[in-house]
């Protein structure tokens, strides 16, 4: 009897020995991956970050463009009338001596 008794100790300290084993190896394996994942979140992080400065930049400059622009076309606007009260060929002919 304390035969059997002593084999099934045995076989269960191996069960549990072989399942602390796994056990540990995995969770080392997890330790390895969360620490990928928290590298990989903060870079993520970092790029949105970036991402939303560069659109606020963008935005300002885009502003600013626009602003440009609309001086740009009254600037042509007001060239063009001018051109249009001048009577350019009448203006030569006078000028040509």
């Not at 993520?44 to 001086?71: C, P």
């Amino acid at each position: 009897m304390s035969k059997i008794l002593m084999g099934i100790i045995v076989a269960m300290c191996l069960g549990f020995g072989g399942y602390y084993w796994l056990t540990e190896k995995r969770l080392t394996t997890l330790t390895e991956n969360n620490a990928k994942l928290s590298i990989a979140n903060q870079t993520n992080q970092q790029t949105i970050d970036k991402l939303s400065e560069d659109y606020e930049k963008q935005q300002v400059l885009n502003k600013e463009l626009g602003i440009k622009l609309k001086a740009s076309e009254a600037y042509g606007d007001n060239l063009a009338k001018k051109l249009r009260e001048k009577d350019l060929t009448i203006l030569t002919l006078k000028n040509q001596g």
